[in-house]
């Protein structure tokens, strides 16, 4: 059974007293990572419980190969796996010869700190060996933020009532496993080690993929501040080097080894020099020293602080929530390398492989947008823009022609990823989240040059694509989109989705709209585009506004809606409060049998063409089909509750809104699904954001206008949330008195705050 | 590119001159087996060219884990593979210390032959050394249709022109892998092994599923029928024994080896008894002599060819395909076992893994319903009359309930053992398939009995899972089948597929008609029904008649058809005649999203109801149906042309009924598919035979009598076939002059002929 075991704190993520059966998920929640690389809450020294090694490196991956009863033409060919990579936080301790071991000795006073406003992670315990034998031990490390390549690790030993001999091994092991993988098998192989007196070099490739990765680590030992001379015995095996040494302890002495990691990949260097750059780099590290590096670290987390962070007064749980997830979305991307992306684990565990899901612009843009830099929301359209080659390759192994491109549901390169006709082929309303995170981009920032220089060309390719697969039938004379799969991932295969269709009329609205205003903003790079795109002026909006004008969306006279697809009404109708409590999640418990035939909605697809189209329909509209669909909705994926959020929010629903918040804010650190142990849901955290910024804080942006609506749970005194908005810092500050707006930097604006046009 | 390449003849297959290309194809066509165990025609001798391993034993099989991106409820956890076991041909022959090798050495007049009426492999060919050096070779090998765990060889050579040291190593090897294991994985470990001179056992046992087989030989040496005295050397590897000894041959002598292997299993004997069994098994084959033994074999095949063989006149390529046809039917599934079952491939090949399949009962029933003893056909009913505790089992994991039963897709063992969910979930269809051969039982041979000892507990379970899976449409007053995947499988996850709800209203229909049947012939054994399948007499009826009464059959008015699937003309409508030639097969073409998407057919649906179901149907009908339906067919299932002769024939289209006879009768003689080195159609060569006994024959059982109307193609001078039926054997045989039916055994018997009772 699931147990809150994490202790609120405002700063802060705490753990105290240890229990091994946590520790797994402990382990995913206390993760650390500065957008390149990231470390789960491994121990240092040896650890023979229950754990998953977790070390991985952005942008490096292997393929696994994809395995069905009956192969189809066209099916992705692997399945991208995160590997874990290198351990560079070793150090195994012997005391006395014995290792010291959690799952061995006697732990008192384990305490674990994820200190969310400094950026490290921190471990206290006492190992007892007798009655009067005891060993403090107190680890703190990080990933440098302002030095990508760089994880240092302060690790202190007090022995106390006796003198041990301590062995200390500090080490660099590529030797390592997946926890998911088959066989045993191991992704590594190494390519070159180097180990002398306090330091080592080691370089692995990973199989197929051939990427190389360099670890180089230094360290020194302090007792009691004073350094020591060391003399250790330098030990290598496959993919593996360390060094060894043992000292004489004192009791009452601390023992301070300071170790410095440094990891470079063949993705940011040429091959031969990454082993020199990851030595040179572990030596500056050292250099700079442990205290010089931490202080870096603080400072470059106050900074992002001081444009992300959201303040919750009367909710010390929510507020504690929705900085945990600021906190893990920055260390997940901080989008100064646009080959980079959000995973939907982060640097935090194995599952779902890939990097880059729909979850990125339809749920984790508007974050970015709104609290970092402009350009990081670019280098997340650009990071598509780059793989647009790859999707029109991949739309084209489908059967489509002419520069149509088809995304795909999961990728790490360009690439398909994922291995199940259902999504890959079907899913493909991801397609339209890519001109969606366009538009809002154009619309937040105002750059519209970014569509001539970029966004158009993606558009021509997506909207080829819509006026492909739709087909004209003849029985219903009316363009349909035959064989989709929509957000809810509960119905595979269906006909005529509701949203897949809306969003894909959009993309060609919004892209014959867009021709529109490049001709007279840039034309020269209008007519670059059309050249480039090879696209006929003629024919092609033609047909797209013949398919425009005449497509059929399946509606209900009854209910006055429009259906999810076409025949959703044939389906036994139920509620979800109507499922027995003991057989929720339904994913846990129905076959997929069951679920594809029940009504249930696993997250939000109608009304995620409401929250997407919100000015496209009527209030009473948004009601009906709100309190039509979300009693159907499970809300089984991570991405569900933020959409309703915002828009029970909007209808005025706050105690559901509050509900549905409540699933979205803590889910990992009230382990919800039981599963936190496999790691964390990295880019639902964007959408908890959504449902405070956009929900509660009720803030929309339409033409380069920002519009605030805030409406505050009951109990919450105050929420006040920064965001970046045209060069300039907002503060918006809201109580049950009312609202304040507070511009820190940058000239005045006029925005709307609840219908009234202010200056600010 | 394909060529053609066995030569015509009436009762042979047969290859001329070595084409190491054309081998594997050869290796499967050349294939022996006994319908307990099957070998591919593989060479004794090492063999470094291209090759497919296959030694199959019935029943035994290794769980292939079955991995998905993203697991669901409910899929099935393995696949069943087929796995290569121990190759008990082996005999390695080195001349002059150098082997002898078919990809290395000059081959001239190489000749094989699979002897279909006396069911053996024989091959000779002449090993050019230099210009005057050569070696003769004949080997000619069978597996004992007799003696069911037997498998013999002849090797004989002669030296001419040089008088070499021919070195000879038979063996047996355990240590062998499939083509298709993915990481070179191995699936049997070694057990026991022991070698002796001129005898040797092997045992070994699979990995996970622990079936234990054991192989054992003998062989002596014969110099022109002289008995020679061997000294030879005892050889032991892992899984691997053998002997090797070493001749001075002379120029002229034959030199012949008699290899005698036994394979035993502990589907058949506890574990600690195979080893045994099988060494004197060995021996007493051995005692027995090759000659012997061989005469057993053609005297085993005179009288299967006795009740099963087809006479083709005037069509010597149709003859010898009819023919191979009905051989490795035969080789496959003797009936005697009613454990095994028949597999897509037999013991031809790797693929598809499993062994039992809709196929058997829709396809392959007929067959040996109308050609062997009833038994036979009644031990397929009985197979899986002991899967339906497992099939309920299978139903229940689905979320189904009270005793409903749903038969899996593909299995070995009950379980289902196929891993796509579009299939295992939903292509539900094969439930009814089980029905249908109840019923075809029943009324072939009049065996009412079966219904009350075994045939209505499966047809209650089933009708149950029907009245459970079809579901209340509020929305059309109705009920619909949502969610499923009828026998074209280029549809998938499909409301209210027309077949699928066809046969399950007549599975109900039947069930409740059964139930009145018994009540006056076998009251007590109903009784004793009702109460194991905790019946309830009240309600269920009640409720199968309500769904009976009011189900939704898609409809076009348009064109007076019923609709393959609801919303099938939404489609953009072509004719498989406007594929161009060159995308053809789709499925080697087209990306499976593109064929999805398409209106193409691959095999009989909607026909398969008129197929199934011929007189519920007026003529008019059948003829709009198939004129509707059949063009859009691409027939690219092995199993999709058979049916199609039979309706053509039936409307009378004689000239389409051949186009598509010469599809199935040939198709892995003439390699149509491009694909038979993966292994044989065994299948479909079932549907074969019914294509000329139902659809030229034009054999029809109706209330357990006879009625023939047989319609000749132009060129066939005359069919003949003979069937079973009711104790006795007929033969009819028909040419452009008129038919007449003679009977061989048992009492007159009066049937229809052409609309005409007659007594034969």
Same mark, same amino acid.
């Given at each position: 059974?699931?147990?809150?075991?994490?202790?609120?704190?405002?700063?802060?993520?705490?753990?105290?007293? +240890? &229990?091994?059966?946590?520790?797994?998920?402990? *382990?995913? /929640?206390?993760? =650390?990572?500065?957008? !390149?690389?990231?470390?789960? $809450?491994?121990?240092?020294?040896?650890?023979?419980?229950?754990?998953?090694?977790?070390?991985?490196?952005?942008?490096?991956?292997?393929?696994?190969?994809?395995?069905?009863?009956?192969?189809?033409?066209?099916?992705?060919?692997?399945?991208?796996?995160?590997?874990?990579?290198?351990?560079?936080?070793?150090?195994?301790?012997?005391?006395?010869?014995?290792?010291?071991?959690?799952?061995?000795?006697?732990?008192?006073?384990?305490?674990?700190?994820?200190?969310?406003?400094?950026?490290?992670?921190?471990?206290?315990?006492?190992?007892? +060996? &007798?009655?009067?034998?005891?060993?403090?031990? *107190?680890? /703190?490390?990080? =990933?440098?933020?302002? !030095?990508?390549?760089?994880? $240092?690790?302060?690790?202190?030993?007090?022995?106390?009532?006796?003198?041990?001999?301590?062995?200390?091994?500090?080490?660099?092991?590529?030797?390592?496993?997946?926890?998911?993988?088959?066989?045993?098998?191991?992704?590594?192989?190494?390519?070159?080690?180097?180990?002398?007196?306090?330091k080592a070099i080691n370089v692995a490739a990973t199989k197929k993929t051939n990427f190389h990765v360099a670890a180089a680590m230094r360290y020194e030992l302090e007792a009691d501040s004073r350094h020591l001379t060391l003399y250790p015995e330098n030990i290598k095996r496959e993919k593996y080097v360390a060094n060894r040494f043992e000292i004489n302890a004192q009791a009452g002495t601390t023992y301070t080894l300071y170790k410095y990691a440094a990891i470079t990949s063949s993705l940011n260097y040429p091959i031969e020099k990454i082993a020199e750059e990851a030595d040179y780099k572990a030596s500056e590290a050292m250099r700079a020293g442990f205290d010089a590096l931490l202080e870096e670290q603080k400072k470059a987390w106050a900074a992002i602080w001081e444009t992300s962070d959201i303040v919750i007064e009367g909710d010390p749980e929510a507020q504690q929530g929705i900085r945990f997830n600021i906190f893990q979305l920055n260390q997940t991307y901080t989008g100064e390398d646009e080959r980079l992306n959000?995973?939907?684990?982060?640097?935090?565990?194995?599952?779902?492989?890939?990097?880059?899901?729909?979850?990125?612009?339809?749920?984790?843009?508007?974050?970015?947008?709104?609290?970092?830099?402009?350009?990081?929301?670019?280098?997340?359209?650009?990071?598509?823009?780059?793989?647009?080659?790859?999707?029109?390759?991949?739309?084209?192994?489908?059967?489509?022609?002419?520069?149509?491109?088809?995304?795909?549901?999961?990728?790490?390169?360009?690439?398909?990823?994922?291995?199940?006709?259902?999504?890959?082929?079907?899913?493909?309303?991801?397609?339209?989240?890519?001109?969606?995170?366009?538009?809002?981009?154009?619309?937040?920032?105002?750059?519209?040059?970014?569509?001539?220089?970029?966004?158009?060309?993606?558009?021509?390719?997506?909207?080829?694509?819509?006026?492909?697969?739709?087909?004209?039938?003849?029985?219903?004379?009316?363009?349909?989109?035959?064989?989709?799969?929509?957000?809810?991932?509960?119905?595979?295969?269906?006909?005529?989705?509701?949203?897949?269709?809306?969003?894909?009329?959009?993309?060609?609205?919004?892209?014959?709209?867009?021709?529109?205003?490049?001709?007279?903003?840039?034309?020269?790079?209008?007519?670059?585009?059309?050249?480039?795109?090879?696209?006929?002026?003629?024919?092609?909006?033609?047909?797209?506004?013949?398919?425009?004008?005449?497509?059929?969306?399946?509606?209900?006279?009854?209910?006055?809606?429009?259906?999810?697809?076409?025949?959703?009404?044939?389906?036994?109708?139920?509620?979800?409060?109507?499922?027995?409590?003991?057989?929720?999640?339904?994913?846990?418990?129905?076959?997929?049998?069951?679920?594809?035939?029940?009504?249930?909605?696993?997250?939000?697809?109608?009304?995620?063409?409401?929250?997407?189209?919100?000015?496209?329909?009527?209030?009473?509209?948004?009601?009906?089909?709100?309190?039509?669909?979300?009693?159907?909705?499970?809300?089984?994926?991570?991405?569900?509750?933020?959409?309703?959020?915002?828009?029970?929010?909007?209808?005025?629903?706050?105690?559901?809104?509050?509900?549905?918040?409540?699933?979205?804010?803590?889910?990992?650190?009230?382990?919800?699904?039981?599963?936190?142990?496999?790691?964390?849901?990295?880019?639902?955290?964007?959408?908890?954001?959504?449902?405070?910024?956009?929900?509660?804080?009720?803030?929309?942006?339409?033409?380069?206008?920002?519009?605030?609506?805030?409406?505050?749970?009951?109990?919450?005194?105050?929420?006040?949330?920064?965001?970046?908005?045209?060069?300039?810092?907002?503060?918006?500050?809201?109580?049950?008195?009312?609202?304040?707006?507070?511009?820190?930097?940058?000239?005045?604006?006029?925005?709307?705050?609840?219908?009234?046009?202010?200056?600010?």
């Amino acid at each position: 059974m699931h147990r809150k075991y994490i202790i609120t704190d405002e700063w802060k993520i705490i753990e105290k007293g +240890f &229990d091994p059966a946590l520790h797994p998920c402990s *382990e995913s /929640l206390f993760s =650390i990572g500065n957008g !390149r690389m990231g470390q789960r $809450a491994n121990f240092e020294e040896t650890y023979s419980g229950r754990s998953m090694q977790g070390s991985y490196i952005g942008g490096v991956y292997y393929p696994d190969k994809t395995r069905v009863g009956w192969w189809k033409n066209g099916y992705p060919e692997y399945f991208a796996k995160v590997i874990n990579s290198v351990n560079w936080i070793g150090i195994d301790i012997s005391i006395d010869g014995q290792p010291l071991d959690l799952a061995k000795v006697k732990v008192s006073g384990f305490y674990r700190e994820l200190n969310m406003k400094e950026g490290y992670l921190l471990r206290k315990f006492t190992a007892q +060996f &007798d009655e009067f034998k005891t060993l403090e031990v *107190e680890a /703190l490390r990080f =990933i440098s933020m302002k !030095r990508h390549e760089i994880g $240092a690790i302060r690790y202190s030993i007090t022995p106390r009532g006796f003198s041990p001999k301590i062995s200390y091994t500090p080490y660099l092991d590529f030797d390592v496993y997946n926890e998911d993988s088959n066989y045993g098998e191991k992704f590594w192989d190494e390519v070159f080690t180097s180990v002398a007196s306090q330091k080592a070099i080691n370089v692995a490739a990973t199989k197929k993929t051939n990427f190389h990765v360099a670890a180089a680590m230094r360290y020194e030992l302090e007792a009691d501040s004073r350094h020591l001379t060391l003399y250790p015995e330098n030990i290598k095996r496959e993919k593996y080097v360390a060094n060894r040494f043992e000292i004489n302890a004192q009791a009452g002495t601390t023992y301070t080894l300071y170790k410095y990691a440094a990891i470079t990949s063949s993705l940011n260097y040429p091959i031969e020099k990454i082993a020199e750059e990851a030595d040179y780099k572990a030596s500056e590290a050292m250099r700079a020293g442990f205290d010089a590096l931490l202080e870096e670290q603080k400072k470059a987390w106050a900074a992002i602080w001081e444009t992300s962070d959201i303040v919750i007064e009367g909710d010390p749980e929510a507020q504690q929530g929705i900085r945990f997830n600021i906190f893990q979305l920055n260390q997940t991307y901080t989008g100064e390398d646009e080959r980079l992306n959000i995973g939907p684990k982060g640097f935090t565990g194995e599952k779902y492989g890939g990097v880059t899901y729909w979850d990125t612009e339809a749920y984790c843009f508007p974050f970015y947008l709104s609290t970092r830099d402009p350009q990081v929301a670019r280098n997340l359209l650009l990071y598509r823009y780059r793989h647009l080659p790859k999707a029109i390759e991949n739309a084209c192994k489908l059967g489509f022609t002419d520069g149509a491109a088809l995304y795909p549901m999961v990728t790490i390169n360009g690439e398909e990823c994922h291995n199940e006709w259902e999504i890959t082929f079907e899913e493909i309303h991801r397609n339209g989240a890519m001109v969606k995170a366009i538009h809002r981009y154009v619309e937040y920032t105002g750059d519209f040059r970014y569509l001539a220089d970029y966004g158009l060309e993606v558009m021509i390719a997506i909207a080829r694509f819509w006026a492909q697969r739709f087909n004209w039938s003849e029985e219903k004379q009316q363009y349909v989109m035959l064989g989709v799969t929509g957000p809810n991932e509960y119905e595979n295969n269906i006909n005529n989705n509701f949203y897949t269709s809306y969003i894909a009329r959009w993309c060609l609205e919004y892209t014959l709209q867009t021709i529109e205003l490049l001709k007279n903003q840039y034309p020269k790079e209008l007519s670059d585009v059309f050249q480039k795109t090879n696209f006929d002026t003629q024919s092609e909006p033609i047909l797209w506004k013949k398919i425009i004008s005449n497509i059929y969306f399946p509606y209900s006279e009854k209910y006055q809606i429009y259906l999810q697809q076409e025949g959703y009404l044939d389906k036994i109708q139920q509620l979800a409060s109507e499922i027995p409590h003991t057989q929720r999640p339904i994913n846990q418990h129905w076959s997929w049998d069951r679920i594809l035939r029940s009504c249930f909605i696993k997250q939000a697809d109608t009304l995620q063409a409401f929250y997407f189209f919100e000015d496209h329909f009527t209030t009473d509209e948004h009601q009906r089909h709100f309190d039509f669909y979300e009693p159907r909705t499970v809300h089984e994926s991570s991405l569900s509750p933020c959409v309703h959020v915002v828009l029970a929010a909007k209808l005025g629903k706050l105690d559901k809104a509050y509900e549905l918040y409540l699933r979205t804010s803590r889910l990992d650190l009230d382990d919800y699904n039981k599963e936190v142990h496999e790691g964390l849901h990295i880019t639902s955290m964007a959408g908890t954001w959504m449902s405070v910024v956009e929900g509660f804080g009720g803030m929309r942006v339409r033409n380069q206008q920002l519009y605030f609506n805030p409406v505050l749970p009951r109990h919450w005194k105050r929420l006040s949330f920064k965001i970046i908005f045209h060069g300039r810092i907002l503060e918006i500050n809201t109580s049950h008195q009312g609202t304040t707006i507070t511009r820190h930097t940058g000239d005045p604006l006029r925005l709307d705050l609840k219908g009234q046009l202010i200056e600010v």
